[in-house]
Structures are given as structure tokens and as C-alpha cells.
């Protein structure tokens, strides 16, 4: 069992990669308003998948401005049920 699966891993793995990188890809195009910044990512994660990958989900995703959105989402909704 193992033999076949160290057969395939280098076509698991390429599979994975892939994978990764048409997500990555669907996040930065869904997240990010500039067009700019949106290509520069993409190349980034088409020529580097996983550095790219890595390097757009530490430097590209703005966390502080999510949890602050979401902060609001929930005090509008605690203010609407008191109203």
C-alpha cells in the first residue's frame, strides 16, 4: 500500500499545489479592492505557490479590519434586537 502511494505522491502533491493555489487565487481576487495589489499577488502565488501562498496570508489579509468588521456586525445586531 504505501509503495503506491510514494508511486503517486509527486502527482498527489502537484495535485495539492494546485489546489492551493486556485483557493489562494479565488481569495485574493474575492478580498482585494486594488487592482495593483490583486495582480502582484497573483503572479506571486502563479510563479511561488506555496511562498506565495504564505507570504499573501501573513502580509495580503487585513485580520485587524475583519475583527473590527465583525465587532460591528455584532453590535448592530445586538442594537437592532433592542430597538
Not at 502527482?11 to 486556485?22: F, H, P, Q, R
Not at 481569495?27 to 506571486?44: E, P, Q, V
Not at 460591528?72 to 445586538?78: G, L, P, S, T
Amino acid at each position: 500500500m504505501w509503495e503506491q502511494i510514494l508511486k503517486h505522491f509527486p502527482t498527489i502533491l502537484l495535485v495539492l499545489v494546485v489546489l492551493l493555489s486556485i483557493f489562494t487565487i479565488v481569495r485574493i481576487i474575492m478580498d482585494t479592492n486594488n487592482s495593483a495589489k490583486t495582480m502582484a499577488y497573483i503572479l506571486l502565488v502563479f510563479l511561488l505557490p506555496v511562498a506565495g501562498t504564505l507570504i499573501y496570508f501573513s502580509f495580503g489579509v487585513n485580520y485587524r479590519r475583519r475583527k473590527i468588521f465583525t465587532k460591528k456586525v455584532i453590535a448592530n445586531k445586538a442594537l437592532f434586537l433592542k430597538i
